[in-house]
């Protein structure tokens, strides 16, 4: 695992909250909408199905809720820079999970249960407290902030499989962004490239000679979604070069060695 970077980028509290309950609230909108025919729909993540997706998305919303009521942790075993790097080990059992509890009741149902047990907490939650989550113990306020990569990622998953066109809360999808983009450069650490997600997030990583004026020698660029997509694998470097939705530019700028990040 790759170690966390000593800076880490600060998220604001109050914001992080309020994403993480709005885009919770768009899936759970889109999801009350969806047929017996487009539960049973494939999606892009190997067996599951659009329910089994659907419960995947309540259940990583109901794990702040179910892991802060179990004690806490004597210590931070994961800092927030090490998370996406830690959950590919994990894929197997998140998996059996999903389809338990995507069995277990009837999306409305779920999805009402849990916004209402998540909106009870978010209010007198400590950002300190301390969470046995499956990958390590982490801090409430970091484990917040990836809430909004879960969602995010499964909101995309859940538009390509069912064409509903769920928004993206702003706050959510930024934050996203910018830490799969502060996690590249932990992977791959450096100055000689420059990667561009406007309007959200620009890093420097990969090693080599450094610049110190004027435009980098190597610069990719591309939008919020397709570094999300390709962050988390679900669209290959080749893939987004060809449909003209990354540019790069420089010896050093080809990051297909480095993607994905997140598993």
Excluded at 12 to 22: F, N, P
Aim: proline share 7%; aromatic share 4%.
């Amino acid at each position: 695992m790759p170690p966390a970077k000593k800076r880490t980028r600060s998220y604001d509290s109050a914001k992080i909250r309020t994403a993480v309950l709005a885009q919770f609230e768009h899936v759970r909108r889109a999801v009350g909408t969806l047929t017996p025919e487009q539960l049973a729909l494939p999606t892009r993540l190997g067996d599951w199905t659009v329910r089994d997706l659907t419960g995947h998305i309540a259940m990583v919303i109901d794990t702040v809720v179910r892991t802060y009521a179990n004690p806490a942790p004597a210590a931070v075993k994961l800092e927030l820079l090490d998370w996406p790097f830690a959950t590919i080990k994990h894929a197997g059992n998140v998996s059996e999970d999903t389809k338990e509890i995507a069995a277990s009741a009837e999306p409305p149902e779920l999805y009402a249960r849990t916004a209402a047990r998540l909106a009870e907490l978010l209010p007198v939650a400590s950002d300190d407290r301390l969470l046995a989550t499956r990958v390590g113990a982490m801090r409430f306020g970091d484990y917040l902030v990836t809430r909004t990569v879960e969602l995010i990622v499964h909101t995309d998953d859940l538009n390509d499989a069912t064409g509903l066109g769920i928004p993206c809360d702003r706050q959510a999808l930024a934050t996203c962004t910018r830490l799969l983009a502060d996690a590249l450069a932990v992977k791959a650490p450096g100055a000689s490239t420059e990667v561009r997600v406007p309007p959200f997030a620009v890093v420097q990583c990969v090693e080599g000679p450094r610049h110190t004026r004027g435009t980098p020698p190597n610069v990719v660029e591309t939008d919020p979604l397709t570094w999300i997509r390709l962050a988390t694998g679900r669209t290959g470097w080749a893939e987004a070069l060809d449909a003209a939705k990354v540019s790069a530019s420089g010896e050093r700028a080809d990051l297909s060695g480095l993607l994905p990040i997140l598993g």
